[in-house]
């Protein structure tokens, strides 16, 4: 398979799954260099760390933006940006790995100068530098650590989209190196926002991908995030340094951020500031497709064959949809490492395995040419899309309900009427044979 049939397989995957990842701890902080101020370990004094950030690009997966950690070492001249978010399309088993939430991610040094030049001319991002008011001993810290974490044997991480990324990486070696204080300062600070929230708005603009995330995310994607956890994204990580004080070689508090340039501003517009509403469209085309479903039920019973025919395949296509997303769903939720962001989801009262049951026997009802036998598995199908129709209301109302958690209603504006439409062609099918 070429370049770029994986990368048009992995963009339609996103659409539905998503790289939501799984839980757990990191591979690479199963082991630790010595901390600083063993034997042995080299002062600080001649080196500068910086958090580089990254804004948004254009592939799904840019649009979260980026970050590496920078250490300079004023006596050697070397600059090498350290960079967590390094995966290959090639590599053995990608898709695979991809889909059950076990993608292989690892970190790489890179010369500053030539990372940020990348970035800025070759995918047009925007560039921020932040230099950190660390002490010397803290800058060894950073240092040694990233040196620790480049070897060969541990660089490889499984990557999690929202608890274990490039910048939530970045975010611990520096709450390592200071003791703690930046996850003091952070965490238990409210947003605001939560992972849906932001993948929402970061992914407004494609459809596809927008409604597969929004299908996919189950509750736990919408409990609230505190600074910390919000940290996961590059750009609020580096709007929430500003607000951290630490303690100087001297004792005293200092701002964490000490100095803070644009590098490369991109000319591109801004990230948008909330999550959009699309129920609108949502429900406008719930409504084409329930007008979809009457209008082929009609042609069912005026045309005869070609009616059924048309009935069949629409009626067909969208409980194939709903059923193939809906199996893959309940797996994702349950078998895979993707369960901590896809399970406990109300979703899966819309989208299930129910409409395979309404799919097989709407096709047999539209293929029997014999009256009675139609009129039989119509109504049987008629009965499961009634049943799937009422799942999907039900679902539609603990999306509604205030404390459910779950911010999928847009969805439902979408699914309820389509699925209480085709339960009534249905039924209305069942009438007209029945007469």
């Known amino acids: 398979m070429t370049r770029a049939a994986v990368r048009t397989l992995v963009r339609a995957v996103l659409a539905t799954l998503l790289t939501l990842g799984a839980v757990g701890p990191a591979a690479a902080r199963a082991q630790s260099p010595a901390p600083y101020g063993t034997p042995g370990a080299a002062p600080g004094d001649s080196l500068t760390v910086s958090l580089m950030t990254i804004g948004a690009g254009d592939e799904v997966w840019e649009r979260f933006g980026h970050n590496a950690l920078v250490v300079r070492d004023g006596r050697t001249g070397e600059e090498v940006a350290y960079n967590w978010g390094m995966f290959d399309f090639n590599q053995p088993n990608f898709v695979g790995r991809f889909l059950t939430g076990d993608t292989r991610y690892w970190m790489q040094g890179f010369p500053a100068r030539d990372l940020a030049e990348h970035y800025a001319r070759v995918e047009n991002r925007s560039v921020y530098v932040q230099e950190l008011a660390l002490t010397p001993a803290e800058r060894a ?42 996850r003091a300062q952070l965490a238990g600070v409210p947003t605001g926002t ?46 929430h340094l500003r607000t951290v004080r630490v303690r100087g070689a001297d004792g005293r508090l200092v701002p964490l951020v000490a100095a803070e340039r644009t590098a490369y501003a991109a000319v591109r517009p801004p990230e948008p500031a909330g999550p959009p509403s699309h129920a609108f469209a949502y429900g406008l085309a719930g409504a084409v497709l329930a007008l979809v479903f009457a209008l082929v039920a009609w042609l069912a019973a005026a045309a005869g064959g070609v009616g059924r025919l048309a009935f069949g395949f629409f009626g067909g296509v969208w409980t194939l949809v709903l059923g193939f997303f809906g199996t893959a769903l309940l797996l994702a939720g349950t078998v895979t490492k993707h369960a901590p962001y896809m399970g406990r989801n109300w979703n899966l009262l819309a989208a299930n395995t129910l409409a395979f049951v309404v799919l097989v026997l709407v096709v047999a009802a539209m293929g029997t040419p014999r009256v009675e036998a139609r009129r039989r598995r119509l109504r049987r199908a008629a009965g499961a899309a009634w049943a799937l129709a009422t799942l999907t209301v039900v679902g539609a109302v603990f999306v509604l309900l205030p404390g459910v958690g779950q911010r999928s209603g847009e969805l439902f504006a979408l699914l309820v009427p389509a699925n209480v439409a085709l339960a009534a062609a249905l039924a209305w099918a069942v009438r007209r044979a029945s007469a």
């Open 194 to 239: 939560t992972y849906r929230s932001h993948t929402r708005r970061l992914t407004d603009g494609d459809a596809a991908t927008y409604t597969g995330i929004q299908l996919a995310l189950g509750r736990p994607a919408d409990a609230p995030l505190d600074a910390w956890q919000e940290s996961f994204l590059p750009v609020r990580m580096m709007a």
């Open 141 to 182: 810290a950073v240092r040694d650590f990233v040196e620790w974490n480049a070897r060969e044997e541990n660089r490889y991480y499984r990557y999690d989209y929202y608890r274990d990324n490039c910048s939530t990486r970045v975010r611990d070696v520096l709450d390592r190196a200071l003791g703690g204080q930046l």
